[in-house]
């Protein structure tokens, strides 16, 4: 009568001491795989402190090369191709290193169960439940290496099914589904241009980084013409549609972007004859009826961008589209609307390398929830690279990209804070509570801080080296007076400039945030002051386009009226100066 019980309780623990080695044998697999694919991990690490894209010594020894050499085509072509090469192989372990961290979590996962029931086989005392072994563990009867096997061939499983299921990236989605038209005659995607074409032309709101500052021959531009006699005035054509869009200016060319409620266009200026070189109509690629836009701001007030082979322009309603430079053929259109804004949407596209960068902010509903997001677009084709929501209301600011000592940095202002990201990820960086109200200013950026500044909230100047919210660690000073609620600040020496809408100026300095000096120009002032060499040229509505010393005390150099309102933002390329006017472009130059 005892011989059944004994039987039985052997026959357990054979069974027991099966599984126990069933899954310490997993316990072995799952470790053999993660050090493996750590050691593969490590290797990409390593290599990545060498071969990064913004520290390549052999990009680096071209360039000063080509300093040398500036026109030598062949190098230039050369550095280009060998910064795009390293740019996708960079992007490249990037994505392995994601990829390599995702299997990492699996193998650490069947490890750790690996082991706990390893642990628990192995236990005393144990007293068995006959009835219940083959109920709980159906495997019991196998042999120890076919079950590891198993286990090894299901985690193998779960691991390909992950990452088959995990797309390289999924950016979230818009308010509606983005319509990417291609054009089939699309040029071959080539590398972006380089800093040096950048720097030498003007191509988006604000110069290269957005921040208003002439880089090269900043000294090459008059201070004095006179549109009646045509002194300085090279010439002077129409714009088909209005526009409060800002020129930008590629090698020879003027591109403006014109719009009304049913009609929108691009247009290519000559930039030597003020020719017309092509017009084009950029169709909405949605139903959405057209926004309500409020009368000073219009249908074209985004400014365009340009990489001297494309023209990205942007509209109220949320259209964007790039077009064939030379041609004005239509490469690629999308709709990003609509759009909930007050005013319309009012933000520039912004450059940076490959990419287009948007600020779309937006009002939502109900106030615990946010519409708003930063986007980045591949230039090449119109797709989303990455997408980034943000914690903000409705806004009017354009996004600024600074190189800082951290890095690159793209910088956004909207009300309640100054964010930054990251150009290549769009993850965010950091982030600083200091603005309230309708924000529309953008910000500017200088000596390694940045300068936001709107109307009920002050300016502030701020280091963009912390991580996460920097309100309380970051902020280095602010100033509460006569605060800008259109024009943007003009950082310029040292001292930073903020202008009211009715024309009250004042300069501020750049390391305490003292005020230095105020002026009134009389005249209501919408467009931005731009930096060249020691002068300051900054129009208002009247026509007049004043041009002053960035100095400790306000020095007028002149003041040369047009008679037509300017709320647009000078252009500045090649020693010529290119402004718009509510009917006009005109183009002004040493003679």
């Not at 360039?63 to 740019?87: F, G, T």
Request: aromatic letters at 8%; charged letters at 15%; a neutral charge.
């Amino acid at each position: 009568m005892t011989a059944a019980p004994v039987h039985l309780e052997l026959q357990a623990t054979a069974v027991r001491g099966t599984c126990a080695r069933t899954t310490l044998y997993s316990a072995v697999v799952a470790a053999s795989f993660l050090a493996a694919v750590l050691v593969i991990m490590l290797a990409v690490f390593l290599r990545e402190q060498t071969d990064h894209p913004l520290v390549s010594d052999r990009v680096a020894a071209m360039k000063q090369q080509l300093a040398s050499q500036p026109d030598n085509e062949a190098l230039r072509d050369e550095i280009r191709q060998a910064d795009l090469q390293l740019r996708l192989a960079f992007f490249g372990r990037r994505q392995l290193m994601g990829r390599g961290t995702s299997l990492v979590l699996f193998g650490g996962l069947i490890l750790l169960v690996s082991l706990k029931l390893a642990a628990r086989m192995t236990a005393r005392p144990f007293v068995p439940d006959p009835a219940a072994i083959y109920r709980i563990n159906p495997f019991a009867d196998l042999a120890p290496i076919k079950t590891s096997l198993l286990f090894a061939a299901l985690a193998l499983g779960g691991v390909s099914l992950g990452l088959a299921a995990m797309p390289k990236f999924r950016p979230l989605a818009l308010n509606t589904p983005r319509v990417i038209t291609p054009n089939p005659g699309a040029p071959p995607v080539v590398p972006p241009p380089s800093a040096a074409d950048v720097q030498r032309n003007w191509p988006a709101f604000r110069g290269s980084s957005g921040i208003g500052v002439v880089s090269v021959d900043p000294t090459s531009y008059a201070t004095e013409w006179d549109v009646p006699s045509g002194r300085n005035l090279r010439w002077k054509s129409d714009t088909p549609l209005p526009g409060n869009s800002s020129p930008v200016v590629w090698n020879g060319a003027v591109f403006v972007t014109g719009a009304t409620e049913s009609r929108r266009e691009v247009y290519c200026f000559d930039a030597n004859s003020g020719r017309l070189r092509w017009a084009r109509p950029v169709a909405p690629t949605s139903n959405s009826p057209a926004p309500r836009v409020s009368a000073d701001a219009g249908y074209a007030t985004p400014t365009m961008a340009t990489d001297g082979r494309r023209a990205f322009a942007v509209f109220a309603g949320g259209d964007v589209a790039a077009l064939d430079a030379a041609s004005g053929n239509v490469l690629w259109s999308t709709s990003l609307g609509p759009l909930k804004n007050t005013y319309g949407h009012a933000a520039s596209l912004l450059p940076a390398g490959d990419r287009l960068i948007l600020q779309l902010d937006q009002t939502a509903e109900d106030p615990k929830k946010s519409l708003s997001v930063v986007v980045a677009l591949d230039a090449a084709t119109g797709k989303t690279l990455w997408q980034t929501p943000r914690p903000v209301t409705s806004s009017w600011s354009s996004p600024i990209l600074a190189q800082t000592s951290a890095g690159p940095q793209i910088i956004t202002c909207a009300n309640p804070w100054v964010i930054a990201y990251d150009p290549a990820t769009g993850s965010e960086i950091w982030r600083a509570k200091c603005l309230s109200g309708d924000v529309a200013p953008s910000p500017v950026f200088a000596t390694d801080t940045v300068f936001s500044a709107a109307d009920g909230a002050g300016l502030f100047a701020i280091r963009p080296t912390g991580r996460g919210d920097v309100t309380k660690t970051h902020v280095a000073w602010s100033y509460s007076d006569d605060l800008p609620d259109i024009v943007s600040p003009l950082a310029a020496g040292d001292l930073v400039l903020i202008t009211t809408s009715n024309g009250y100026m004042t300069a501020v300095d750049a390391k305490t945030g003292a005020m230095v000096w105020q002026h009134d120009f009389e005249a209501p002032i919408h467009a931005s002051p731009t930096l060249a060499g020691e002068n300051i040229y900054l129009p208002d509505m009247k026509g007049t386009l004043h041009v002053f010393h960035a100095v400790r005390q306000f020095h007028e150099i002149a003041s040369v009226s047009i008679g037509e309102p300017i709320s647009a933002c000078p252009a500045f390329a090649a020693g010529r100066i290119y402004f718009r006017s509510a009917n006009h472009l005109y183009c002004v130059g040493q003679k």
